[in-house]
């Protein structure tokens, strides 16, 4: 059984600030492990994912994740904030094996506000 | 353009009433899901489908159908049986032995009358 632990369900930086979204995962298989962001009344975009190999996963929009195996960890953050930033943010996790179907299993999401 | 179209954005069910949700992919994707979207509680798996004439239910099935008859197109029916269906509802698709890499389409707001 996998699990995702978002802490915060909302989140306000003010612009130029880090970003820190904080992601702790369960699972009894390695992982992969996703970040996704969703504008208001829109699909999930993915930002960014860990599959295998570095832990340090750069993704779209100057997000970033690490993957912490002994802290069950996957933070997203940004260097400085920007307007267009504000969003929900969902953390995944799902099994490390192939296939054409694979469940994945979100956290409950974080709502950022960036604030002028 | 490459996509999953989702229709419509929003719809409204009656009491005792079944609605069909659309979900159209053009991306070749062997891989196709629902899931349900309600607030603070992220997303939950209702029904997946690996192939054309094969799916599977997820955590959240009960009071939900669907049917895989052409790749393209995996439909959501939410029957009368569902008795608390307003939500947002997201399809995703993924590519053949990349399941765990799914592509969202913008959902459709379901509300109940």
């Known amino acids: 059984a996998q699990s995702v632990t978002q802490l915060g369900s909302h989140v306000s930086v003010s612009e130029g600030a880090l970003v820190l979204l904080r992601c702790n995962y369960s699972?009894?298989?390695?992982?992969?492990l996703f970040w996704y962001v969703q504008y208001p009344n829109q699909g999930l975009q993915l930002l960014l994912k860990?599959?295998?190999?570095?832990?340090l996963v750069k993704g779209i929009n100057g997000f970033e994740a690490e993957f912490k195996k002994s802290e069950t960890s996957f933070h997203l953050t940004k260097p400085s904030a920007h307007m267009s930033d504000a969003a929900e943010y969902f953390c995944a996790v799902s099994d490390n094996r192939g296939g054409s179907a694979r469940q994945l299993t979100f956290g409950s999401g974080t709502q950022l506000t960036v604030l002028p | 353009d490459g996509g999953i179209t989702q229709s419509p954005k929003y719809l409204f069910r009656k009491e005792g009433q079944n609605v069909t949700l659309s979900c159209e992919q053009n991306?070749?994707?062997?891989?196709m899901y629902w899931y349900r979207q309600d607030p603070g509680q992220g997303l939950r798996l209702i029904y997946y489908?690996?192939?054309?004439?094969?799916?599977q239910k997820g955590d959240i099935a009960e009071g939900y159908s669907v049917s895989r008859e052409k790749k393209e197109s995996f439909p959501l029916t939410v029957t009368s049986a569902q008795k608390n269906p307003t939500a947002f509802y997201l399809c995703?698709?993924?590519?053949?032995?990349?399941?765990?890499?799914?592509?969202f389409g913008a959902g459709t707001r379901l509300s109940v009358l």
């Open positions: 991306l070749n994707h062997d891989a």
């Open positions: 489908s690996q192939i054309v004439n094969d799916f």
């Open positions: 699972s009894s298989v390695p992982p992969y």
């Open positions: 860990y599959t295998t190999g570095a832990t």
């Open positions: 995703a698709s993924s590519p053949q032995g990349r399941g765990n890499i799914q592509y």
